[in-house]
């Protein structure tokens, strides 16, 4: 399936690409603070239209 050295390659590519998210998520938290204040009403506008055309769709079949 895989050589040791694809497993090796792998195990080491996730967790530095794991690291560096997390390192970059991190740093930018202040900002996100800043600029994204309310952005969960927008996630909860868009879950609640897409449940009302669910909602329609399934009504209307």
């Not at 740093?27 to 309310?38: A, E, P, T």
């Not at 055309?53 to 399934?58: D, G, H, K, L, P």
């Amino acid at each position: 399936m895989f050589t040791k050295g694809q497993l090796i390659f792998a195990i080491i590519f996730i967790i530095l690409f794991s690291l560096i998210i997390g390192y970059s998520y991190i740093k930018d938290s202040r900002l996100h603070n800043v600029y994204y204040k309310n952005s969960y009403v927008i996630l909860i506008v868009f879950i609640v239209f897409i449940s009302i055309i669910a909602t329609y769709s399934n009504l209307f079949r």
